[in-house]
């Protein structure tokens, strides 16, 4: 009947996202990234710096352990600039990541007494991750202009650069698809809560983060073709840094994987938020 | 038809008994081979089963609601009660969308919000300011309209002084208050409301009814409320839904799904058994019946005797009775102290008789909870041993103050006030 302005019913078909729906929401969606932005330094001193300071000693860390004990090449490039690059790209993909694979879990006390797309969560999520994202990447540039202006190291930009929004979006859009489908799996099955966290960990070791493609041996190279971030964080660091490569076919790679992927979490993750609730 | 703002089709939910983990990857895939490739019925789905929380029954998935069609008019005020697990909780569910239905539909005009529990999603560094935003915004209003309601919300929720302050530092009875203030102000067709009015002060309940009533009569709102307080139930709604075992078992004015609910409960008009500790106290035999006469009316005295076994010297014992109308609104309280003064009673056996005289109770049906005890101290009596009795009407006709059919003129008081008429 047309007149019914809401039909509850057990299924839907199966690509049934509420884009309508997520839209009228979205002053929700600001709420939440605001939310998130001003409640994590609360009550602490230094507040906002801590944006900085993590990937900071982070960075100081990987230079002592990798760059000095282990003595991996960063391709003749400053280490502290490698190690940041790497850095600054791989926090926002483990941080979406992790937000988004958990959210029925953290969640499941409001989204069991409230009906809103629960899509608003993740989305807003990543939101809020970049703005943190785009904070530390200021950082990184701030150490650019050094290493570039002051120092005679080996640093170019060049126009790949500008791919810079496209590789952020395909990162954003790989964590927020693989957090989605953890997430749904993990309301009935919490097996994969377990993996997720050490999971994530070895995944930066198959992913260039803290060493440049070229400095893999021949045939783990093409192993680790086969990651679709790869591409992904080899393209950045050509565009910035002139180390590395680009392979557009590693890209057009990267985004197929990714339309199957967000097909796939969007499938799962609107057929568990029906129900979710009584299994979670 | 047109007027139809809520239509429910045939809307049943299952639910799963027992822990989920082990074994349900097993489950699944077993499902999935028989009903899928084989196009076979569920393995685990077994017909024909009610949800019946006490008795057990084989297979673990039960019908939490199950073939549920009624519809709703808009404008309607309808209270939902059942006992604990009847299902009520698991059809506002439904309705607020927090989860789906098994089969069914539900079919809606409007927007639906919901009240299921006040202050979702508050945040306890947010200011008192930003958790009314976030809380609006989950709710589904837009940031427009709470600016333009905040003043009302804060004034409504009184808490004026301290809505720059994190909601960590309030008391837990302001976040309440502001959740609840939230959620009264935002303005759906359809309004779902599960026991939240038993919230705050006695006074901020009284503003929350208040407000609630004004919701439902004004503007031709659609409300559905779930309480276990009949009082405010009666007072709020118009039309009643009684649901039993997750099936409808009756419906329409509200009053008369309350005597309906209530008649279900077994009338024990004696008690033979023991109940307490029988170490300490115990109540013994326990009876109510009308004295003289076979049957209690207007005009019998009423006469409640039992049994006590006191087994032990306590040092301030309460032996007596609550009288409870039949909406369980307590009416009165009897010691057998009351009169006798005396402290305790020494180890023994005892029996204990108490009158009600003629013309005290209006005709309707009433309940005895007994209590004995030992006095701030425990309560051996449960509800195992209340008596449930009837006064009726009798033979002599009264004036038309008592008609309990009559909502407006239910007294429960037979009052025999009149003393004179004269004309001047």
């Known amino acids: ?280 | 038809m047109s007027d139809i703002a809520i239509r429910f089709d045939n809307v049943s939910k299952i639910y799963r008994l027992g822990v989920v983990g082990t074994g349900t990857l097993v489950h699944d895939l077993n499902r999935w081979w028989q009903t899928s490739v084989r196009h076979k019925e569920d393995p685990y789905l077994k017909i024909g089963q009610t949800n019946d929380r006490a008795a057990k029954g084989d297979g673990d998935i039960v019908y939490a609601l199950r073939d549920i069609s009624f519809d709703i008019r808009q404008g309607d005020v309808v209270g939902i009660i059942g006992k604990n697990g009847a299902g009520k909780s698991t059809l506002l569910k439904l309705l607020s969308r927090v989860t789906s239905p098994s089969a069914g539909c539900i079919c809606a005009k409007g927007r639906i919000g919901s009240l299921l529990e006040v202050g979702t999603g508050f945040h306890p560094e947010l200011t008192g300011r930003e958790n009314i935003y976030m809380n609006g915004s989950i709710m589904g209003m837009t940031r427009r309209e709470i600016s333009r309601k905040i003043d009302e919300i804060v004034d409504f929720a009184g808490v004026e002084r301290y809505i720059d302050t994190p909601v960590k530092r309030y008391s837990s009875g302001m976040t309440v208050r502001l959740g609840f203030a939230v959620a009264a102000f935002m303005e759906p067709e359809i309004l779902v409301v599960d026991e939240v009015l038993a919230v705050g002060d006695a006074e901020f309940q009284k503003k929350a009814i208040g407000k609630m009533q004004d919701v439902s009569r004004g503007g031709g709102r659609t409300v559905l409320f779930v309480s276990h307080n009949m009082g405010s139930m009666r007072r709020l709604c118009s039309r009643g839904v009684l649901l039993e075992n997750g099936m409808v078992k009756y419906m329409g004015g509200m009053g008369d799904t309350i005597r309906e609910y209530l008649k279900d409960e077994v009338i024990q008009s004696s008690f033979d058994g023991a109940d307490g500790d029988e170490k300490v106290l115990c109540l013994r035999k326990a009876s109510v019946s009308a004295a003289g006469r076979d049957m209690i009316t207007i005009d019998s005295a009423v006469r409640v005797e039992f049994d006590i076994d006191v087994a032990r010297k306590i040092p301030s014992l309460v032996a007596g009775f609550n009288l409870c109308s039949s909406y369980q609104y307590p009416l009165a309280r009897a010691d057998y102290n009351d009169v006798s003064q005396q402290a305790s009673l020494e180890p023994g056996s005892y029996h204990l008789a108490f009158e009600i005289p003629p013309y005290t109770l209006a005709e309707g049906e009433y309940k005895i909870a007994f209590d004995i005890a030992e006095r701030n101290v425990k309560r051996y009596t449960s509800e195992k041993s209340d008596l449930t009795f009837n006064v009726s009407q009798g033979e002599t006709l009264f004036g038309n103050a008592f008609a309990e059919s009559l909502p407006i003129k239910s007294s429960l008081i037979h009052e025999r006030w009149f003393r004179s008429i004269q004309r001047r």
């Open chain 1, 1 to 280: 009947m047309s007149e019914w302005t809401t039909v509850i019913k057990p299924k839907n078909s199966l690509l049934d996202i509420d884009l309508k729906g997520i839209w009228r929401y979205r002053d929700l969606v600001r709420m939440y990234v605001r939310r998130d932005i001003v409640t994590v330094y609360k009550q602490t001193i230094l507040g906002p710096l801590w944006f900085l300071i993590q990937p900071m000693l982070t960075t100081v860390m990987y230079m002592f352990v990798f760059g000095g004990l282990a003595g991996i090449s960063t391709d003749g490039l400053p280490q502290a600039l490698f190690y940041m690059a790497g850095i600054t790209l791989w926090n926002y993909f483990s941080t979406v990541f992790n937000k988004c694979s958990n959210v029925f879990a953290a969640n499941s006390s409001v989204f069991g007494k409230v009906y809103f797309p629960r899509l608003v969560v993740p989305i807003s999520g990543t939101i809020s991750n970049l703005l943190q994202f785009l904070i530390q990447f200021c950082l990184f540039l701030a150490f650019y202009c050094y290493y570039a202006f002051f120092t005679d190291s080996p640093v170019h930009m060049n126009a790949t650069a500008l791919l810079f929004p496209v590789l952020v979006v395909m990162l954003a859009g790989h964590a927020m698809s693989w957090g989605l489908i953890i997430t749904s799996l993990t309301t009935k099955y919490r097996d994969l809560t377990l993996l997720v966290s050490f999971g994530l960990q070895l995944f930066m070791y198959a992913t260039p983060v803290i060493y440049p493609l070229s400095a893999a041996p021949e045939k783990f190279r093409d192993i680790l073709a086969f990651n679709p971030l790869t591409s992904i964080f080899e393209a950045f660091k050509f565009g910035w840094l002139g180390s590395g490569s680009l392979s557009w076919w590693g890209l057009l790679y990267s985004l197929g994987f990714l339309c199957v992927t967000t097909f796939l979490a969007v499938v799962i993750f609107s057929r568990v938020e029906r129900n979710f609730m009584d299994t979670v």
